[in-house]
């Protein structure tokens, strides 16, 4: 007779007491008798095999054959300030009872561990080897002996690790970007850590997901990177690696659709994998073990991928915001689809370990209400269900597949369970499908590619790369245009090519960056407009004003003054009571400077006679094109204005520093120069 699977579940009664339940599955679905604090069963034969006096207990697991126990607590401190080791390991003893107090000799190994994520030790398969990260490192230990170091990995900045669950004893680290060196997976052999046996580089991974096929002779590492700097997703780049444990063969995994990778996994013989990847609806590929598709599923929206015990059947679903179906596929039989289950709102899917029934639970805290454990047949139909008022975790208890004989899954089908019938009995079923709403004008004809998915032969979905929304190919109606409330509308032709391609340009600026380049326009635009007038100015505007060119000629000495008075609010000099009369001397200026009007004679206009031109007048810039000679003078003169400062600062009291003495000190050499290139005060 078979060995009965079974699993077990954390719930809380209420907010105050929890329970932690152990169901015997098909065909029995009895559950066991409730434990409290940690309590470890013989499920087989039904009785207590020890109970730990651990209390406040959030996360536990099994050492791969079962011989150890692991929990972790909050971390916390005790009355001197330090930390408590919260990180347990306990031995499985066969009929031992701690007391009240804690038993030295359950506990194997004590450590602290602040962070829940990646709070468990890792075993080698037959358990003589345990590891933990710290800081720049990997210890290992012996499972004899957990108070002492056997061994240490060291690695800069390694952030993640996982040991293989082959026979082989290898580790494979996760090294993230840092310092624009690329991230790196270097795979060891315990204990050999002189020198990696294989190893990966890449780019865009700031974690990664280290996935070992059962054997141990192949590495799937999902990268993800924090940010996607193309504009494309909110949920950053994800990439996909394939490495040999012996270094033979490493590649990237190309997938022929766009989008992010939702989920991978290994078949249990090693020799194959699936990927379910790109925008919704998503594809679904077989990979072989040097990464060549092999078969692909029809498109659907689908985000998780998971191989029955055996590897005979796959079973494809979406959770999480979707619809919640799952497909099930029967690879032995030429990929035939076996059936579609409708799992709405589960959290949990896991295949038992005869690779016959699926387990799915909707678990707190994601969703708090409707919360329970249903087992469902390949078949397709409901074997069990138990509504529960706060489940927190549910799991089936491992078993070897080599435990279970798989023979025909699919015949004889079980009967169900009554709490599956009574559940049955009051879900609804609707008498007509209900479908996507429509508007009364849109009824009664055919849908529009754009409202339909791929999958339903609609066009495929294509990102531009931008995050806004309205700007999408396959967005409905017209694309939204980029306004500025206030501006002037362009003409809708298709002229503005320019115009748009600086707005896109515009768009990828920052705002500090965009302002700026507004300034730098503006600027340049005013100095056309001086330059057309004849008002441009020269670099001589640059010198100090205590130092005015006596070049410079009365005209733009008086604009260069008005300019400064208007932006001082322009005071009138005049005593008050004329201020609001028209001043004479301005009335005569204005008079003398109109142009004198063409003269006629008889009715036919005069030309008048042609004056001489004017002088050239043009100002040449000292900044321009000029002798090196004319450059090196402008120099020295810049030098000498700055000691006449320093002598100023001196005389005022100021203390200088010694490099502005030194500088003091050249006075004389400098006036020497200038003598010597012809130069006369």
């Not at 207590?48 to 916390?76: C, D, H, K, Y």
């Not at 679904?284 to 998971?306: D, E, V, W």
């Not at 369970?417 to 508007?439: E, F, I």
């Not at 206030?486 to 600026?509: H, M, R, W």
Request: charged fraction near 25%; include cysteine; aromatic fraction near 8%.
């Amino acid at each position: 007779m078979a060995v009965p699977t079974q699993f077990a579940s954390w719930t809380y009664i209420d907010r105050t007491s929890k329970d932690i339940g152990v169901v015997n599955a098909a065909p029995i679905y009895q559950g066991l008798p409730g434990l409290e604090r940690v309590t470890i069963v013989d499920v087989s034969a039904g009785h207590i095999v020890t109970t730990l006096p651990a209390q406040n207990v959030f996360e536990l697991g099994f050492s791969p054959l079962g011989s150890f126990l692991i929990t972790w607590q909050r971390p916390s401190k005790d009355e001197n300030g330090d930390a408590i080791k919260n990180l347990k390991v306990w031995s499985v003893l066969e009929g031992h009872q701690a007391g009240p107090e804690e038993d030295e000799h359950s506990v194997a190994g004590r450590f602290v561990q602040k962070s829940q994520t990646g709070w468990n030790l890792q075993y080698t398969y037959d358990e003589r080897y345990c590891a933990r990260v710290v800081s720049n490192e990997v210890q290992f230990y012996r499972s004899e002996d957990l108070g002492t170091v056997w061994n240490k990995l060291h690695v800069d900045g390694v952030s993640d690790f996982a040991i293989s669950p082959g026979k082989n004893h290898s580790i494979a680290v996760f090294v993230p970007e840092r310092k624009g060196q690329p991230a790196a997976v270097k795979v060891y052999n315990v204990p050999e850590f002189a020198s990696p046996v294989s190893q990966k580089n890449f780019y865009k991974g700031d974690k990664v997901q280290l996935k070992w096929n059962s054997e141990g002779t192949g590495l799937i590492v999902l990268a993800q990177t924090e940010v996607d700097k193309s504009g494309k997703s909110y949920y950053g780049e994800t990439t996909l690696y394939l490495l040999s444990v012996n270094g033979e063969f490493d590649s990237r995994i190309e997938l022929d659709k766009d989008g992010p990778i939702h989920d991978v996994s290994w078949s249990p013989n090693s020799i194959e994998f699936g990927v379910v990847y790109g925008y919704m609806p998503a594809k679904s590929t077989i990979f072989n073990a040097r990464a060549k598709p092999t078969h692909s599923f029809p498109l659907g929206p689908r985000n998780t991928i998971s191989f029955s015990p055996h590897g005979r059947f796959v079973l494809l679903a979406g959770f999480g915001n979707l619809a919640g179906q799952m497909d099930v596929y029967d690879l032995e039989k030429n990929y035939t689809k076996i059936c579609t289950v409708e799992a709405s709102n589960a959290s949990v899917c896991e295949w038992s370990p005869d690779g016959k029934h699926i387990l799915t639970a909707t678990t707190s805290p994601r969703l708090r209400v409707d919360n329970g454990v249903r087992i469902w047949h390949i078949s397709g139909g409901l074997m069990y269900n138990e509504d529960l008022q706060e489940l927190y975790h549910v799991t089936w208890r491992p078993q070897n597949a080599t435990m279970q004989r798989l023979e025909d899954p699919l015949h004889p089908i079980p009967n169900p369970h009554a709490s599956a019938l009574a559940y049955l009995g009051t879900v609804k079923t609707p008498s007509k499908p209900a479908g996507a709403y429509r508007p009364p004008g849109a009824r009664g004809q055919v849908t529009p590619l754009a409202f339909k998915r791929e999958d339903e032969g609609g066009a495929a979905y294509v990102s531009n790369g931008s995050l806004s929304l309205g700007l999408g190919t396959n967005g409905f109606g017209k694309p939204r245009k980029r306004e500025v409330p206030g501006a002037e509308l362009l003409p809708e032709d298709g002229n503005n090519n320019t115009a748009a391609a600086g707005a896109d340009v515009d768009e990828q600026l920052s705002k500090a960056a965009l302002k700026n380049k507004k300034k730098r326009e503006a600027k340049k635009a005013k100095d056309v407009a001086e330059r057309a007038t004849g008002l441009a100015p020269t670099p001589d505007d640059s010198l100090p004003a205590s130092n005015p060119s006596p070049s410079r000629s009365p005209e733009r000495k008086d604009r260069r003054g008005h300019e400064r008075n208007r932006s001082r609010g322009h005071v009138d000099p005049r005593p008050s009571s004329k201020q609001g009369q028209r001043d004479p001397r301005r009335s005569r200026e204005q008079h003398l400077n109109k142009p004198t009007p063409t003269p006629k004679i008889n009715g036919v206009t005069q030309q008048q006679p042609v004056s001489e031109p004017l002088p050239d007048l043009t100002v040449t810039s000292p900044g321009g094109a000029g002798t090196p000679q004319d450059k090196k003078i402008r120099a020295l003169l810049k030098k000498l204005r700055a000691i006449d400062e320093l002598k100023m600062r001196r005389a005022a009291g100021e203390k200088l520093e010694g490099t502005q003495i030194k500088k003091m000190d050249t006075e004389e050499d400098v006036r020497k120069e200038l003598e010597g290139l012809g130069w006369i005060e």
